[in-house]
């Protein structure tokens, strides 16, 4: 392990994992406890918009789909809280606009048609000096706002209307979460790429609210389960030549299915108990 260490693109890899578990735990938390499920992917693919975008204009297209994506997120609650349209529509809609969108401007773009595999299915190999700032800073970010605003944060995730009544800015944090929502699953492009990021925020987690139910809990246990799970999936994929952001996926799934195993075992083991004890 020393060996593969000495190279640098394998120390980003350490280094982008260890910061995608930190961003990923926290808002892949807010996100279960929400039930944002649905919406995160309807940011998530609609961030290829932006991406076609930025090949178009001649800009990172990771700042193009930053900006496609808080936009996506912004009028998926616009749209749903001030017009007739359902959520799920809304976010259906805007869904197949951003694809068609990336599409279309990819096509658009002059010369040779970038590779694009990188940005679906992700390459945590292939992460930059600069993908690690911006980590970094959306790392340190998201860590201030859930440390300086944990109370309202647990509040509007759990029960939005008694938030309302003890007064707390509510709008106010949905469009902050919203825009960090969208960020995280941004930066972590580069990581599990558009159609696999949304299981960097669910797995872990839903894998931790097996175990606990605090929200506190369920951040900590999660960002241990996706570093551990990245880690595994990234050396794995290393050895065996696979994908990268596809193998760290397979394995977060084994780990949710070795989990719920347990769980079930253990709740089998109490029910025995309880019966023999009658």
């Not at 976010?91 to 773009?109: C, E, N, R």
């Not at 290393?238 to 394995?251: E, H, L």
Request: with cysteine; aromatic share 14%.
């Amino acid at each position: 392990m020393a060996g593969i260490l000495s190279y640098d693109f394998v120390r980003h890899a350490v280094e982008a994992a260890f910061l995608a578990s930190i961003t990923c735990g926290f808002i892949g938390a807010y996100i279960v406890a929400r039930r944002m499920v649905f919406i995160s992917g309807g940011i998530t693919h609609a961030s290829f918009g932006g991406i076609g975008l930025g090949y178009f204009l001649g800009i990172n297209p990771i700042f193009g789909a930053a900006i496609f994506s808080i936009m996506s997120a912004f009028g998926i609650r616009l749209v749903s809280k001030q017009t007739d349209i359902r959520e799920d529509s809304a976010i259906g809609i805007l869904w197949s606009f951003g694809m068609a969108v990336g599409i279309i401007f990819i096509y658009l773009t002059p010369g040779y048609a970038p590779n694009l595999m990188s940005y679906l299915f992700g390459s945590i190999l292939t992460v930059t000096s600069t993908d690690l700032g911006l980590m970094g800073i959306l790392a340190t970010v998201t860590v201030t706002v859930f440390m300086l605003f944990y109370r309202t944060i647990l509040f509007i995730s759990f029960d939005e209307e008694y938030a309302r009544s003890h007064n707390a800015p509510v709008e106010t944090f949905n469009y902050l979460m919203l825009t960090l929502v969208a960020l995280v699953i941004v930066i972590n492009i580069r990581v599990a790429g558009i159609i696999l990021v949304i299981s960097y925020l669910t797995i872990p987690q839903s894998t931790a609210n097996l175990f606990v139910n605090d929200l506190k809990k369920i951040i900590i246990l999660s960002m241990i389960i996706s570093f551990a799970g990245s880690m595994t999936g990234l050396f794995l994929s290393y050895y065996w030549n696979i994908p990268s952001g596809a193998t760290i996926i397979f394995v977060f799934v084994l780990i949710f299915m070795i989990a719920r195993g347990i769980v079930y075992l253990r709740d089998l083991k109490l029910r025995k108990i309880s019966i023999s004890d009658r």
